[in-house]
């Protein structure tokens, strides 16, 4: 909320200024905020946190469906310095395994954060995928057309659940980076054609390739573009 990313941040507000947003006439102390969402997230209240994101994300795609039907999955791992018992994941950032928490968090074309899936445990993206569509499913009204992810989740077995989906969904394309390339898949220096476009007042020139990767289990090759 307001680029604050705890609830302990929050004490910098001015609680008076803050209120006006809220449309009361001061904002709670952190110690209210805090007291209020151990009651919200205790079992007896039976709030629905999942339910709750869904309608959120319906009322942002009733309002303005998303382009084209394209969507970008990215998984964020949070660490944790509580002293609840929580599954080891790895922290990006300090670069080691560290407790903490992991969510998915889906965008459409404008940029628009949609949905965020929280996961029982960290885990890599092309295992929290499915997660994330599932819930993408129940919200969006049309199926969506592509997905776009990072090499987090370069997975045979995700690409063929994606394209040749076992449960009746539609095919969904995908794209996403390569990972782990190697000497055997680097293209001839003849390869590459120059191509250009407008950005802007900008012409941007830039030299690209096509080939082909296969991978069993799928029935046609991928499409490798190299820039």
Not at 14 to 26: K, N, P
């Amino acid at each position: 909320l307001l680029r604050y990313r705890s609830v302990d941040a929050m004490g910098h507000l001015i609680r008076g200024d803050f209120g006006v947003l809220l449309g009361i006439r001061r904002a709670p102390e952190v110690r209210t905020i805090r007291r209020k969402l151990e009651e919200i997230a205790a079992p007896a209240s039976g709030f629905d946190g999942a339910a709750f994101i869904r309608a959120l994300a319906r009322g942002v795609l009733a309002s303005e469906p998303a382009p084209e039907g394209v969507f970008f999955f990215d998984d964020h791992f949070k660490p944790y310095h509580g002293k609840r018992p929580v599954a080891k994941g790895w922290d990006a950032k300090k670069r080691i395994g560290a407790p903490g928490i992991e969510d998915v968090y889906v965008h459409d074309l404008k940029g628009r954060a949609l949905l965020f899936v929280p996961l029982d445990a960290p885990t890599s993206l092309s295992c929290a995928m499915p997660k994330a569509l599932a819930e993408l499913r129940k919200v969006a009204s049309a199926a969506p057309t592509l997905a776009v992810f990072d090499r987090g989740g370069f997975s045979r077995d995700l690409f063929r659940s994606l394209v040749h989906p076992a449960d009746g969904m539609p095919r969904l394309d995908f794209l996403t980076y390569l990972r782990a390339r190697t000497k055997r898949r680097e293209l001839p220096e003849s390869s590459f054609r120059k191509v250009s476009f407008e950005d802007g007042k900008r012409t941007i020139e830039i030299e690209i390739a096509e080939s082909t990767l296969e991978m069993k289990g799928l029935e046609r090759p991928l499409r490798l573009i190299v820039l």
